[in-house]
């Protein structure tokens, strides 16, 4: 009873409920709300407090890997850039140390992740300033149209409206307009514009639709307005119980962290990043690494992990 009541009081100190608290494990991540053969939405709730401009005033940015066909989101908090994979909800998030956005810009192209926009790789979004569970954040929405919209340029390039007959999902005029007209516009004979007709009169082209061109930069300019807490880090809570791997490891890496703590607080979490470090060797080490982890904790799912990476490589060989 007296331990509730303490942890009652801390929160209360702090200026944040339980349910704020609990919370925390909930955002910064990405769901998956619907998908099927025509589009998918994906759609995550990410913490605003501490975003600072990452160019030309915007607190965020799309980038997309084509190989990995994966669009993604990038925020600046403080020192470090986290890019979110939107497509691929359970990939890591990346998080790199610089203030350059010419440094990140070049780490990402790297890797294969380039700036773009939904709408360019056949996708809409939808942003809005949101508090979640008391909790303010960056409400971001995207809906993957990309396979729908192969299937309807493919009917407009070949002039063949049977290809999209049997679709019922509405594709957005943004994704598909341009490339209508172009086709239109070279169109010959009769049967071709009887078909590109057809085709249209699926679209609704012909009719208004509404247009949300510039959602996004209204958003980017509420966001700029709101003054970043520059003097403030995410709770040592937050590092406890919520915080990833590569955020843990970049905290404890922080010169200031060990005198920002107690001993007791410091102590923890180095502990939950020894047990997050194995867990990140059990799933992405080497063999060398899992072998030498193995010989101090004589965990069996390490011995199975070796064993079957031993296994793949007899294979390959």
């Known amino acids: 009873m007296k331990k509730a009541l303490l942890l009652s009081l801390l929160l209360l100190l702090n200026g944040c409920s339980l349910e704020s608290l609990l919370a925390l494990g909930e955002v910064d991540k990405v769901e998956v709300v619907k998908k099927n053969s025509s589009v998918s939405h994906y759609r995550a709730y990410f913490t605003r407090t501490q975003l600072t401009p990452i160019r030309k005033n915007k607190k965020y940015l799309y980038f997309y890997n084509k190989k990995k066909k994966d669009l993604a989101i990038l925020l600046h908090r403080y020192d470090r850039y986290y890019l979110y994979s939107l497509y691929h909800p359970k990939q890591e998030t990346k998080v790199i140390n610089t203030s350059s956005y010419r440094h990140i810009k070049k780490a990402l192209r790297k890797q294969g992740y380039r700036p773009s926009s939904p709408v360019f790789v056949g996708a809409t979004s939808k942003v809005a300033l949101r508090r979640y569970k008391g909790i303010r954040t960056l409400l971001v929405e995207v809906y993957d149209y990309s396979r729908l919209q192969a299937k309807y340029r493919q009917a407009i390039k070949t002039y063949d409206a049977s290809k ?115 867990e990140n060797i059990l799933k992405n080490g080497s063999l060398e690494e899992l072998i030498a982890l193995y010989k101090t904790n004589k965990d069996p799912r390490y011995k199975n992990r070796i064993l079957l990476l031993m296994k793949d490589v007899q294979l390959k060989n």
């Open 164 to 278: 999209i007959k049997n679709l019922k999902t509405k594709l957005p005029h943004v994704l598909i307009s341009t490339y209508f007209k172009k086709y239109e516009k070279k169109a010959q004979g009769e049967e071709q514009k009887k078909q590109l007709q057809i085709i249209s009169e699926k679209l609704h082209l012909n009719t208004n639709e509404t247009k949300e061109v510039t959602q996004e930069a209204e958003v980017q300019k509420a966001l700029l307005k709101e003054v970043p807490e520059t003097k403030r880090s995410p709770s040592f809570n937050y590092y406890a119980n919520a915080a990833s791997y590569q955020e843990l490891d970049a905290y404890l890496a922080n010169k200031e962290t060990k005198d920002a703590l107690s001993f007791n607080q410091y102590t923890q979490l180095r502990a939950r990043y020894t047990q997050l470090n194995e």
